[in-house]
């Protein structure tokens, strides 16, 4: 819930600060440096092999559009003669053209008549797609030729667009009416068509599905149809503004083809004459001080280049970000020597300390329509402070308060002469007050730590200090009894340091102030070395169960005796009975089974004495195997032998 109390004019500042708060131009803040020209000349450089004919046109293009030289140059000529012979493509004599335009000196020739008359007859079919129709209109002006009867070739165009009317067909659209020229009107209506189809991202960016070469064929290719049509494209400032921060968004592209769009598109929106988006940055790293009391910002285009029209350059509003209340208006910036640097002396307004947002326009001295997103560009400043220890005490004192701390002063930034001694019966009490040293005023930092640091086993523990409510500094209180465990009950010198530390500082310090020894359960001396949390940790082995006791040899002798009596009683029955081995059939699957049998029993005898589980597994499949073979053959043959003797 917002509440506005009316009180005169503190009701239309509140106004205005919520304005701005609520309303923001879409601006461009960054253009593309020369260092990342310097990296896009390499993307150039390290693709250009001559092998691909789409990477080496985009490669060579992109280097001639830089001013640079392309090697091996000779040949590449020799690539695109080759190309050329044969039954090349529309797609490919395309690229062999605008290479060979690009180079512009190449030994040879290119057969250019049959050239011309296979582009001639791609224009000419009413079924050609829009894509052949690019490649043929943009190949033959690449050679120097007329378009032939441009009023059909509009007629194909639309005929071909009613088929497919994609982002990408109106981007090829909009090129072929620019190279075509005449009545462009009907291909021109369409630009409206394909702008509205642009994705908008966080309020910042304009794009189109396909990324950076899609969409910087629509914006390139409607700026050049405006041109030959000779009318304002439908594309808004603003809108202008967001395509060309999305292109800005993209300037780490690592391909020839998304290289080349890239510089391409960002020299149409740099000289054209309907829209050119003007960048305000800061010219260096947005901090002022006492020492450096002057911000400077940089004026320029999208290539960093200075604009033609004089401007004069404003600070709106400086409004600091912690309250939302505006320390600074309509100051205007200084000319410097460099056309596109700008810069105002902010520390005449005595701003405190703090975030700022710095809103900074720039006007042309005479009206010039064509520049956008040159107001209201919101950039971050930093005012910077020098922090100072105003005062400092540090005292001991008992932990039920029966006596009070005795308290030292220390000088930032000597250190107490003595140490302090304390126990667990005992609590260390800190105040401190911090201050800008160019103002006098109390200074509140975001960071203001005590680092205790074992100098033995080199453990530190840190704590916050407090902001005092009672007055303006910091209160720390230190129970020794309840933070003990915190040191982890290891008795010794402890050095203490006070850190500050803030985004806004100038000189954030650890200041060593003081050695403190405490008397805890754990004595340093007698620690061991793995009481640091910095020493390696005692190795972990894994102990497996220890084996359980045998019993005695006398009483598992004794059980296998017994194991081994129904054997013998069987054994016994047998000689009593009389056992008929004369009906036994001495065949292999009789004795294979009765032999792979007694294996198997002789198996599980040793595996009791010595095998493992594993080991009888292994055994015991090639026993069973033959023993079940054996088996079910011998079953057969007996069943066989019954059949017949009941027969």
């Known amino acids: 819930m917002l509440l506005i109390k009316y009180n005169g004019p503190i009701l239309i500042l509140a106004l205005v600060c919520l304005t701005e708060l609520t309303w923001t131009a879409t601006t461009t803040t960054s253009f593309l440096s020369a260092s990342e020209r310097s990296r896009l000349h390499q993307v150039f450089t390290a693709s250009l092999d001559g092998k691909d004919l789409p990477t080496t046109y985009y490669s060579v293009i992109g280097l001639k559009a830089q001013g640079g030289s392309v090697p091996n140059d000779k040949e590449i000529c020799k690539t695109l003669i080759a190309a050329a012979g044969g039954t090349p493509t529309v797609e490919t004599l395309f690229y062999v053209t605008g290479t060979w335009k690009a180079l512009g000196n190449c030994p040879g020739t290119l057969p250019t008549a049959n050239i011309v008359k296979k582009l001639t007859g791609v224009l000419e079919l009413e079924s050609s797609s829009v894509p052949d129709l690019y490649y043929a209109s943009l190949a033959l002006s690449s050679l120097g030729q007329k378009l032939p009867d441009t009023a059909k070739l509009l007629k194909n165009l639309q005929a071909a667009l009613k088929k497919d009317d994609s982002t990408a067909s109106l981007g090829y659209a909009f090129h072929i009416g620019a190279v075509a020229g005449g009545d462009v009107n009907v291909i021109f209506n369409r630009i409206e068509d394909a702008i509205v189809q642009a994705d908008e991202v966080d309020g910042k960016f304009l794009q189109f599905e396909g990324g950076l070469s899609i969409t910087a064929l629509i914006v390139s290719g409607a700026y050049k149809l405006a041109a030959v049509a000779n009318k304002p494209p439908p594309i808004s400032g603003e809108q202008a503004v967001k395509f060309a921060n999305y292109f800005l968004s993209r300037r780490s592209v690592q391909t020839p083809k998304g290289a080349h769009s890239l510089l391409d598109v960002l020299s149409i929106l740099t000289n054209n004459k309907y829209h050119i988006p003007v960048v305000v940055s800061l010219a260096g790293p947005g901090v002022v001080s006492q ?357």
């Open 291 to 647: 020492d450096q009391p002057k911000v400077s910002v940089k004026v320029t285009n999208l290539l960093g280049q200075p604009l033609t029209s004089d401007l004069s350059v404003t600070v709106e509003s400086a409004t600091r970000s912690a309250d939302d209340v505006v320390v600074l208006s309509k100051k205007k910036f200084e000319p410097t020597s460099d056309k596109t640097v700008f810069s105002v002396n902010l520390m005449d307004s005595k701003p405190e300390p703090g975030l700022y947002r710095l809103s900074v326009s720039a006007v042309p001295a005479k009206s010039d329509p064509r520049l956008v997103g040159n107001i209201g560009v919101t950039l971050p400043l930093k005012v910077m402070a020098t922090v100072t220890v105003d005062t400092f005490e540090l005292g001991v004192g008992d932990s039920d308060q029966t006596t009070q701390p005795k308290f030292d002063k220390v000088v930032f930034p000597t250190k107490l002469g003595r140490v302090l001694e304390l126990d667990t019966q005992q609590k260390l009490v800190v105040r401190f007050t911090l201050k800008d040293k160019n103002s006098g005023k109390p200074l509140n930092v975001h960071q203001a730590f005590l680092r205790f640091e074992n100098k033995a086993t080199l453990q530190e523990i840190i704590f916050v200090a407090e902001v005092d409510p009672n007055n303006q500094g910091y209160r720390f209180d230190l129970d020794m009894g309840a933070k003990a465990a915190d040191f982890g009950q290891l008795s010794g010198t402890y050095s203490l340091n006070l850190i500050v530390g803030d985004v806004i500082l100038s000189n954030s310090f650890s200041w060593l102030l003081a050695d403190t020894k405490l008397k805890l359960a754990l004595d340093s001396t007698q620690a061991p070395p793995s009481t640091s949390i910095y020493q390696p940790k005692p190795e972990i082995k894994h102990l497996f169960r220890e084996p359980e006791r045998r019993p005695p040899v006398v009483v598992s002798t004794l059980f296998t005796g017994l194991v081994a009596v129904p054997f013998l009683i069987l054994l016994i029955l047998w000689a009593k009975l009389g056992v008929n081995i004369s009906n036994f059939p001495f065949s292999l699957s009789a004795l294979g089974f009765h032999l792979g049998l007694g294996a198997i029993f002789t198996l599980f005898g040793f595996f009791w004495l010595q095998l493992n589980m594993f080991q009888t597994l292994k055994y015991l499949l090639g026993l069973g195997v033959v023993t079940f073979l054996s088996g079910n053959q011998l079953l057969a043959r007996i069943a066989t032998s019954r059949k017949k003797q009941a027969h």
